[in-house]
């Protein structure tokens, strides 16, 4: 058993606002949650204040910080798909 092999990947939560600029949807400032309960909540609180908002899980590298895999967890509005085809 190799025990030199440490996994690199944490499931982290965000919340993720979306705003118009010039008509086009831009993400805002990405808030970081506890988990994924709190970060409904802070979805829905912030929803009231912008013209879309969502909570995703995601997979994050704890050596490069790189996110992959979101997975929606609610969405209040427009926003945009971070899995563009």
């Given at each position: 058993m190799n025990k030199d092999i440490v996994v690199a990947n944490a499931e982290k939560f965000i919340v993720l606002p979306y705003r118009k600029n010039r008509g086009n949807l831009v993400p805002g400032e990405m808030r970081q949650a506890s988990n994924a309960m709190s970060a409904e909540k802070i979805?829905?609180?912030?929803?009231a204040r912008f013209i879309g908002v969502a909570a995703y899980a995601v997979m994050v590298d704890d050596e490069t910080g790189d996110m992959s895999s979101p997975r929606l967890l609610i969405r209040h509005g427009e926003i945009a798909d971070l899995n563009p085809a």
């Open positions: 979805a829905t609180s912030m929803a």
